[in-house]
T-cell receptor, first 115, second 116 residues
Framework: DGGITQSPKYLFRKEGQNVTLSCEQNLNHDAMYWYRQDPGQGLRLIYYSQIVNDFQKGDIAEGYSVSREKKESFPLTVTSAQKNPTAFYLC??????????????FGPGTRLTVL | AQTVTQSQPEMSVQEAETVTLSCTYDTSESDYYLFWYKQPPSRQMILVIRQEAYKQQNATENRFSVNFQKAAKSFSLKISDSQLGDAAMYFCAYRNHPYNNNDMRFGAGTRLTVKP
């Protein structure tokens, strides 16, 4: 089955530690995205990548880093510089062509809790 | 920057009844796209319905339909014959550039409860 997988579903880390969230897709999509979701707020874009070996900052990139070495994978690292990392993180992908048909498909998300 | 506002943090509906979720947005663009996403308790985001701004006809997908009022910058979602499985968070989203899928703006969401 084609889709997007994120692991782990729940992640606990101590304050000051870096942590990497996994995102893999087998949809053959060019574009991938990372969003952060907080209670009472909509999704906010952290980083996105339109093609392998290229990525751009979104609205709230500070304290985060990404890599895009393979088309299928777009891992997100939450660094110790991120002041409030506890949140729900969603990964998405899209074909990266124009038009309304180019919807974003979302993974199941990872809940990160920093203790 | 474009903003999306969902003024109803929570809504409830009786099973089999109809409910309307509100969404307004702010933009100076004339061509853009609007979406409603559903996020059930599993937290998997699912696209419910989409609307292209240049189309005057309101989009419909089975029990889901929209009321798109371009001049008023309003994009409400109507759910008819509500089912227990419709219970979820619903997010309104806006995208203005036809070739830039990165510029997606989400509202804060409306939590819909369906009462049996």
């Amino acid at each position: 089955d084609g889709g997007i997988t994120q692991s782990p579903k729940y992640l606990f880390r101590k304050e000051g530690q870096n942590v990497t969230l996994s995102c893999e897709q087998n949809l053959n999509h060019d574009a991938m995205y990372w969003y952060r979701q907080d209670p009472g707020q909509g999704l906010r874009l952290i980083y996105y990548s339109q093609i392998v070996n290229d990525f751009q900052k979104g609205d709230i990139a500070e304290g985060y880093s990404v890599s895009r070495e393979k088309k299928e994978s777009f891992p997100l690292t939450v660094t110790s510089a991120q002041k409030n990392p506890t949140a729900f993180y969603l990964c998405a992908s899209s074909i990266n062509l124009g038009g309304v048909e180019n919807e974003q498909f979302f993974g199941p998300g990872t809940r990160l809790t920093v203790l | 920057a474009q903003t999306v506002t969902q003024s109803q943090p929570e809504m409830s509906v009786q099973e089999a009844e109809t409910v309307t979720l509100s969404c307004t947005y702010d933009t100076s663009e004339s061509d853009y796209y609007l979406f409603w996403y559903k996020q059930p308790p599993s937290r998997q985001m699912i696209l419910v319905i989409r609307q292209e701004a240049y189309k005057q006809q309101n989009a419909t997908e089975n029990r889901f339909s929209v009321n798109f009022q371009k001049a008023a910058k309003s994009f409400s979602l109507k759910i008819s014959d509500s089912q227990l499985g419709d219970a979820a968070m619903y997010f309104c989203a806006y995208r203005n550039h036809p070739y830039n899928n990165n510029d997606m703006r989400f509202g804060a969401g409306t939590r819909l409860t369906v009462k049996p």
